[in-house]
């Protein structure tokens, strides 16, 4: 087997692991903005996407990466945004808008 | 150069650690997003400075089109509509996921290079998960935006045309991953994938939608891990793990509040047609209406309030009168609450932006487990909208379909005032023993309307 698959296993389940740990203190609140904004982290296929798009040759690789481009940043753009806008709206009894 | 690459995506690994940390708290939690988003800048520069991407055509295109319809879509959508968004996120998403690894495998076998198992398996979990999100997003979103109907759509011989597609797609599975360069087979198996999505939503109902939304959003973490295989790229899997994760968590946290295992949120509706046919709302017993006035005389005179907001407060948008009212009764040193059960709204936490975007501090919004202890001390309970999450048959009645489902005991309240359009039994068609309680006073109207009088007569006290 080779170590660089042993590597990638390891991050995969050390990650699954954090991932676990820190959404459990996710209070309800803030459930939906956690799906958008998680949604948003999730457009990071972006960067297999901006790799398959930018290659030398054009082929059908490219292509799909483009359409792969395109989709990941309405993602990646909108999830964030849309987070920003909706966290933007919890404020406190104290007036203090954070 | 590549060395340096590799630490800017390990360094907007950290940012999004960090970024879901401090969702932890409302007050760290906008900070938490944009470090996130800066994270995401940084892999995504990182990404194009690297040797392989020369061809900057393709690319500006795609990114300034996505930007347009992202931030287009972000600036209007409306917080009622948040759970048809992030379908259609969810969708694009897997898409984009599935695209990437079909993009590799085509890149592979038109380089005439064989790949190995640890590419092709993670190729085709990718766009086999990535496909089936793409169109049961595009499904739940079409319910949820009632451009198709909220029931379950069902057919005779669905399972069995479900088991084939499943049994077939199985097949193309290993197959592709025995031959991945076999490009035929692997297009079936997308074709396959893209119509089990389909046929997986279709039979689940309008009201079950936020268990499926969850589910795909775990789905598309699922299919950016599986592409991270693919490219052998850290940040893609640990980004992808921990959006995984927490799709798995919230289609947890769904399941268990309205008491039903995700076996039978999904397939639950072949079992439908008997049982489940309480309608008709044929009850014995009679309910006590009341006018705004008497409401406004009794609110005024109780000392603490809980109010019990449901998706009916929202398509009413009565939000911002049920926050006048909160604040008027607070200026009377009346003390308010409002009492949120996990599935009231669409989506997880969908009651709490709603409220929120109404000005109501969150500090006021207090959580099903947490409240229901104070209701028995609680003079008067104010129920807008929301019925099913305040039915007591599914504490006491071991026939209701919804026994066993964790409910709001507003009917431990000293007075409970419920206000509803009529007495039409509400989505799952289930009558509500709590509007014949002797303490229960009934309250006919649009919840915005109702709420709007409710306020005047207070004013004039």
């Known amino acids: ?98 | 150069m590549n060395t340096a690459i590799s630490l800017a995506y390990l360094a907007a690994a950290v940012c999004f650690i960090f970024g879901i940390k401090r969702l932890s708290s409302p007050r760290t939690a906008a900070s938490g997003n944009q470090i996130s988003a800066l994270g995401m800048g940084l892999a995504i520069a990182a990404t194009l400075l690297h040797g392989d991407v020369v061809d900057f055509r393709g690319i500006l295109i795609g990114v300034a089109a996505g930007s347009a319809v992202g931030a287009f879509a972000a600036q209007r959508v409306a917080m009622t509509d948040m759970p048809q968004m992030v379908a259609v996120f969810n969708g694009l998403g897997g898409a984009a996921s599935a695209l990437v690894a079909s993009a590799e495998l085509v890149r592979l076998s038109m380089a005439g290079q064989e790949p190995a198992l640890a590419i092709a398996l993670p190729v085709v979990l990718g766009t086999l998960i990535g496909a089936i999100t793409l169109t049961g997003s595009l499904i739940a979103f079409a319910k949820l935006q009632e451009i198709m109907t909220g029931k379950p759509i069902v057919f005779p011989g669905q399972q069995l045309a479900n088991g084939l597609i499943g049994a077939s797609l199985l097949a193309l599975c290993f197959w592709s991953v025995a031959d991945p360069t076999h490009l035929t087979v692997f297009w079936a198996l997308v074709g396959m994938s893209l119509l089990l999505g389909i046929l997986l939503v279709i039979p689940i109902g309008g009201a079950d939608m936020p268990v499926v939304i969850s589910l795909l959003n775990s789905y598309s973490g699922m299919a950016a891990c599986a592409t991270g295989f693919v490219l052998g790229n850290q940040v893609l899997i640990i980004s992808g793990s921990l959006v995984g994760s927490s799709g798995i968590i919230l289609t947890n946290i769904m399941c268990r509040a309205m008491n039903r295992s995700l076996f039978n949120v999904i397939f639950g509706a072949f079992g439908a047609g008997n049982g489940f046919a309480g309608g008709g709302g044929a009850s014995n017993g009679a309910v006590k209406s009341g006018s705004p006035d008497d409401a406004a005389v009794i609110l005024d005179s109780a000392r603490t309030v809980i109010v019990v907001p449901g998706y009916g407060l929202a398509v009413a948008q009565a939000q911002h009168a049920v926050r006048e009212l909160s604040e008027l009764l607070g200026a009377r040193g009346i003390d308010v609450k409002f009492a949120v059960h996990p599935v009231a709204g669409r989506m997880p936490g969908h009651m709490n932006v709603l409220l929120a975007e109404a000005d109501v501090p969150y500090e006021l919004l207090v959580e099903m487990d947490e409240i229901n202890s104070s209701f028995p001390h609680t003079d008067v309970s104010l129920v807008l909208g929301a019925n099913d999450v305040t039915n007591p048959d599914a504490r006491e009645n071991k026939e209701s379909p919804i026994y066993g489902m964790p409910i709001l005991e507003v009917d431990r309240s000293r007075t409970v005032m419920v206000c509803k359009r009529s007495m039409n039994p509400g989505f799952a068609g289930i009558d509500n023993p709590l509007y014949y309680l002797p303490q229960t006073m009934m309250l006919f109207g649009d919840a915005k309307s109702m709420v709007e009088s409710i306020l005047s007569s207070l004013r004039e006290l």
């Open chain 1, 1 to 98: 087997m080779n170590p660089d698959f042993v590597l990638i296993v390891t991050v995969f389940a050390l990650a699954v692991l954090v991932g676990f740990e820190l959404i459990s203190k996710v209070p309800p609140t803030l459930h939906t903005p956690l799906m958008s904004g998680s949604n948003a982290i999730s457009g990071i296929a972006i960067i297999g996407a901006l790799l398959a798009a930018g290659a030398e040759t054009r082929s059908l690789a490219s292509a799909l990466g483009i359409a792969a481009v395109a989709l990941a940043t309405v993602n990646v753009v909108g999830g964030f945004l849309v987070t920003h806008r909706m966290l933007k709206m919890f404020h406190s009894r104290r007036g203090d808008d954070s």
